[in-house]
């Protein structure tokens, strides 16, 4: 390995022999020692080092700082200070050379070789980023293509040096302006919309006119990306290349195209020549085809432009009497229109006209009309048109939500059932990915689905079956879906396209929970039933014996105080048994007109007086009645009452409130329409954690540490007893909410407004 060779440029003896000696041992090599700046100079000349050990405060005429902006600025040598005077206003000077290091003497050795790598390193990174920048602006200004750069507000930071053959511009000129400013008008907001799409990183080439400095619109290709730093994207880096004779070529084909699709559809129904006269008349040079004898007519009856008119539907006239000022200054013209055949009937017909300009007459003489009858073609497009309204209305007007894509990926449909379900409009999804508004997880794993069509696009994958999974709406709100993605194919290989159905089962599946956990309840009551039923005969049987025992037990005999513990415990027993048995059977309620508002108020305040929580209720006057069991009501609010008292062990508020809810097919609750008295229980407690609210009312489960887990598994047997339902809404930190809809007696005002509206 060659040894890097050092300069030392100190005016102390002793000290630049002591640095070359501890220079030998660290493994440099010393190229040679100056006293003073000018010699340093020479010395660097003749023996270029790697680098420089520089005193700062020499005797010589020229100083250290001097002599290192020569050896650094000039040569590109890299400069390392050495000074015993560490005042600010030195080392300001000395920084202002930008050296690769400052050292303050007295130096160890360990501080030297880690200041020599670093400079002899840094110079080496320098040496090869301005190798590598001259390299690249040399081929940046060698290609034809231009390169440029624009931030996001779109004023040009860079463009290379090929613009001026597109624009007739110099970069100078450019540099600074905004984009826009050199776009053909007509283009400009398909280029805004565009360069929107290109800062969000949906980037793809397209192409677009310019304005050159002549006023000469010329053509460019342009594809770029995003600039990106730790702010985010700042701006566009791209190419820019001409296309003005791939264009031009393009044009001259479609024109030689088009000339050879209307000679190819002269030769159809019926072609005819007429020679134009200087007063306006015409002479029929020729006719060919059988068109005007299918339609019922003679030659000589259609033998004017005026009686041409005749035949042709009112509302057409207009389109041929618009073409005549075009043909008589040369243009073809081509007229689409309906026409009457001589039984009456309507025909659609394609009528192209040629005119033949004289250059001595200064005026057209001839005009060349190819007629073709595109009856059938026109009722195909109107029978597809009809279609197309058909499947709109469909779309629009079906329940599922329908999203499809084209073969980028971005979205082109989203029907009103997707807006609904996901929260976003058309007009904000459209262009978009839907990985960009569609956030679903795996109904099973809760896994995230990261893209529905990539492999479909790419066809990789075929069409998927219907699957479950969660959606997150645009507003937060959790919805289960079923969903399924198919291609939509053409003529080739790969998909153009694909669309997603998608449907909002989450009333369905609110629907299904509750049968499930009715049915679950229904078949754990009944076992619950049949064993309190037989338990509660056997405590009768024992508290009986209990009862006898007592009668020969001594009061003040210690068996006593055992045989009144056991009939504590079998009462305790015989209360749990008849919570099995309503929990079974609900009590078969026997109902009653009941004003609950009242019920509420006694029952809530009786069961939480002294408990230090606070009630607050809110009935209004006119709530009305319900046909319901007392003493079950009762049951029903005073569990409710100590579940919310239980939830705030350090005290807060419940919150009892009611209304009347009206509820109509298509609810999602699992009760029939109807009217509803609402009641709603409140408390500000800990909430229940989202993994165990669908639990709450499963017997035997409490998140508490006491009680026997029946007391909402019995709130819910009764309610549903009752016609009614129960729902749950909680959040952990907040409190929980109990909605308790129970059918509401109908009033005579209510019957009466019924009647009406029937």
């Known amino acids: 390995m060659t040894r890097k060779r050092i300069l030392i440029v100190e005016d102390e003896t002793l000290i630049a022999a002591d640095l070359a000696g501890r220079l030998e041992k660290l ?116 290609i034809s293509d231009v390169i440029y750069e624009v931030g996001a507000e779109g004023t040009i930071s860079y463009i290379s040096p090929a613009i001026t053959a597109i624009l007739g511009y110099s970069p100078e000129e450019i540099t600074g302006e905004n984009f826009l400013r050199f776009f053909h008008q007509e283009d400009l907001a398909r280029l805004k919309v565009d360069f929107d799409r290109s800062l969000a990183g949906n980037t793809r080439p397209d192409d677009y006119r310019v304005i050159a400095r002549d006023g000469s619109i010329r053509w460019v290709r342009i594809f770029d990306t995003p600039v990106r730093t730790e702010e985010g994207v700042i701006g566009l880096r791209g190419v820019l290349t001409d296309i003005t004779d791939i264009m031009d070529a393009r044009e001259s084909m479609r024109r030689s195209e088009e000339r050879y699709r209307v000679l190819s559809e002269i030769s159809t129904d019926a072609a005819s020549s007429l020679r134009l006269n200087p007063d306006g008349g015409f002479e029929r040079e020729w006719s060919a085809g059988r068109f005007i004898e299918t339609m019922g007519y003679a030659l000589d009856r259609l033998d004017s432009f005026e009686k041409w008119l005749t035949i042709v539907h009112p509302d057409d006239i207009h389109l041929f009497k618009n073409a005549l000022p075009g043909l008589m200054q040369g243009n073809v013209k081509t007229v689409e229109a309906r026409v009457y055949a001589a039984d009456g009937s309507l025909k659609w017909i394609r009528d192209t006209v040629f005119p033949y300009w004289d250059e001595k007459e200064g005026r057209v003489v001839r005009l060349v009309s190819a007629v073709q009858d595109i009856t059938a073609r026109k009722e195909a497009e109107q029978s597809l048109e009809d279609e197309k309204l058909r499947l709109a209305t469909t779309i629009r007007d079906i329940a599922d939500g329908i999203i499809t894509v084209d073969r980028e990926g971005s979205i082109t449909l989203f029907n009103p059932a997707a807006e609904a379900i996901t929260g976003w409009s058309f007009g904000e999804a459209v262009g978009k990915s839907p990985a960009d508004i569609l956030r679903l997880y795996q109904a099973e794993t809760e896994e995230v689905i990261p893209d529905l069509f990539e492999g479909l696009l790419e066809g990789k994958e075929g069409n998927a079956a219907l699957r479950r999974a969660r959606l997150v709406a645009r507003d937060g709100a959790e919805k289960q879906i079923e969903f399924s993605t198919t291609a939509l194919h053409e003529r080739f290989d790969l998909p153009a396209g694909a669309v997603l159905v998608m449907r909002d089962i989450t009333g369905r599946m609110k629907l299904e929970n509750e049968l499930q956990k009715a049915r679950k309840l229904e ?58 048995l309503t929990f079974a059977r609900g009590g078969e309620p026997i109902k009653e007109r009941i004003n609950i508002a009242g019920l509420v108020h006694e029952a809530a305040s009786i069961c939480l007086d002294g408990r230090g929580v606070l009630c607050e209720f809110d009935m209004p006057d006119d709530l009305g009645d319900i046909m319901a069991d007392r003493g079950q009501m009762r049951q029903v609010i005073q569990n409710l009452a100590i579940n919310a008292e239980q939830a705030m062990p350090e005290g807060g508020k419940v919150r009892f409130s009611a209304t009347r809810a009206v509820i109509g097919p298509g609810s999602g609750l699992p009760i029939p329409s109807g009217e509803y008295i609402l009641l709603i229980v409140e408390d500000s407690g800990v909430g229940i954690p989202k993994t165990l609210r669908e639990r709450v009312f499963d017997p035997y489960f409490s998140t508490k540490q006491k009680g026997s887990g029946l007391g909402l598994s019995i709130v819910y047997s009764i309610v549903k007893k009752h016609g009614g339902t129960i729902l749950l809404d909680s959040e952990v930190g907040a409190g929980t909410r109990f909605h308790v809809y129970l059918p509401a007696l109908i009033s005579e005002e209510s019957n009466e407004r019924r009647k009406a509206r029937r």
């Open 27 to 142: 493994g440099y090599e010393v190229s040679g020692i100056a006293t003073g700046g000018a010699e340093a100079l020479s010395t660097a000349a003749e023996n270029p080092p790697d680098a420089v050990l520089m005193d700062i405060t020499l005797s010589d005429e020229m100083n250290g700082i001097d002599a290192a902006a020569e050896l650094h600025g000039r040569r590109g040598i890299p400069v390392i200070y050495l000074t015993a005077h560490a005042d600010i206003p030195t080392l300001t000077r000395a920084r202002e050379t930008e050296p690769h290091g400052i050292l303050l003497k007295p130096i160890r050795d360990i501080d030297l070789m880690s200041a020599l790598e670093t400079a002899i390193q840094r110079h080496s990174l320098e040496v090869r980023l301005r190798a590598s920048e001259e390299k690249y602006r040399r081929m940046v200004e060698g």
């Open 523 to 580: 078949s754990v009551g009944e076992l619950a039933g049949g064993i309190a039923h037989d338990f509660n005969n056997m405590l009768t049987t024992v508290l009986g014996n209990v009862s006898l025992a007592k009668m020969h037990t001594e009061e003040q005999a210690e068996a006593r105080r055992y045989l009144e513990n056991a009939e504590r415990a079998i009462a305790q027993a015989r209360e749990l048994t008849q919570q099995l």
